[in-house]
């Protein structure tokens, strides 16, 4: 079955460098019903305002991926990685052992991003950073591989989760297999997934179901995070 969740009724915290909408219990906004799904722990839909962003904070066991929707965002960490993700592109941190790092939005105009967080099925790993481009051409049968625990996807976790991602034009149709259970956001436009029409910034719970129609109501971007149940390490 899918769950819809607008993206009117998500969480909400203006901090003013920061307009962060939550999927699910983050930071000031807690909601005893929203807490997780299976192993996905953390989606934020984050705007930071140019010549902004998170100062050096700690991580620990933890798959955390961004996805940049417009502008980009400037990583820095305690084992000397640097990095510009722009819009399209994703980053991945596995914080494993522990590790420092910023995120800051060094350019001139507001950042948009997924900021992701999954529960790794490996404590204690080496921690790790990682970034990729993807090509900005239309899907047209099938998603695309963002991010996976094997090598499907140019982008590794350690978890046996996946990202899959595509722009939709208008009226292109697609069926897309879920593995596990699935999350689904929509990044821009408007899709018809099943009989539920979403729209930019909305979010899905696919759960019980082998796959997913999905149909572009208008050109598209749309994220598919398939995540196990519960955590097996």
Same mark, same amino acid.
């Given at each position: 079955?899918?769950?819809?969740?607008?993206?009117?009724?998500?969480?909400?915290?203006?901090?003013?460098?920061?307009?962060?909408?939550?999927?699910?219990?983050?930071?000031?906004?807690? %909601?005893?019903? /929203? @807490?997780?799904? +299976?192993?996905?722990? $953390?989606?934020?839909?984050?705007?930071?305002?140019?010549? *902004?962003? =998170?100062?050096?904070?700690?991580?620990?066991?933890?798959?955390?991926?961004?996805?940049?929707?417009?502008?980009?965002?400037?990583?820095?960490?305690?084992?000397? %990685?640097?990095? /510009? @993700?722009?819009? +399209?592109?994703?980053? $991945?941190?596995?914080?494993?052992?522990?590790?420092?790092? *910023?995120? =800051?939005?060094?350019?001139?105009?507001?950042?948009?991003?997924?900021?992701?967080?999954?529960?790794?099925?490996?404590?204690?790993?080496?921690?790790?950073?990682?970034?990729?481009?993807?090509?900005?051409?239309?899907?047209?049968?099938?998603?695309?591989?963002?991010?996976?625990?094997?090598?499907?996807?140019?982008?590794?976790?350690?978890?046996?989760?996946?990202?899959?991602?595509?722009?939709?034009?208008?009226?292109?149709?697609?069926?897309?297999?879920?593995?596990?259970?699935?999350?689904?956001?929509?990044?821009?436009?408007?899709?018809?997934?099943?009989?539920?029409?979403?729209?930019?910034?909305?979010?899905?719970?696919?759960?019980?179901?082998?796959?997913?129609?999905?149909?572009?109501?208008?050109?598209?971007?749309?994220?598919?995070?398939?995540?196990?149940?519960?955590?097996?390490?």
């Amino acid at each position: 079955m899918l769950t819809h969740y607008p993206y009117k009724q998500l969480g909400h915290a203006n901090h003013g460098w920061l307009d962060a909408r939550h999927h699910f219990s983050f930071s000031s906004y807690q %909601n005893p019903s /929203r @807490t997780g799904f +299976g192993t996905l722990r $953390v989606i934020n839909d984050d705007i930071i305002k140019a010549g *902004s962003g =998170f100062d050096t904070h700690p991580h620990k066991d933890m798959e955390i991926i961004t996805y940049v929707r417009e502008g980009a965002i400037t990583h820095r960490d305690s084992n000397g %990685n640097v990095g /510009r @993700t722009k819009a +399209g592109d994703v980053q $991945v941190m596995s914080a494993g052992s522990g590790v420092f790092h *910023s995120e =800051f939005n060094l350019e001139s105009e507001d950042t948009n991003i997924f900021q992701i967080w999954i529960e790794p099925n490996r404590l204690n790993v080496e921690p790790r950073w990682d970034s990729h481009q993807f090509p900005t051409e239309a899907t047209n049968d099938s998603l695309i591989p963002l991010v996976a625990g094997d090598e499907t996807a140019p982008l590794f976790i350690h978890q046996d989760a996946s990202i899959h991602a595509g722009y939709l034009t208008e009226g292109t149709q697609l069926r897309h297999p879920i593995k596990h259970q699935a999350y689904i956001l929509v990044s821009e436009g408007a899709l018809m997934l099943d009989d539920i029409t979403a729209h930019k910034g909305d979010g899905l719970e696919a759960t019980n179901v082998s796959s997913i129609t999905i149909k572009a109501l208008s050109d598209a971007k749309i994220l598919v995070i398939d995540v196990p149940e519960k955590n097996s390490r």
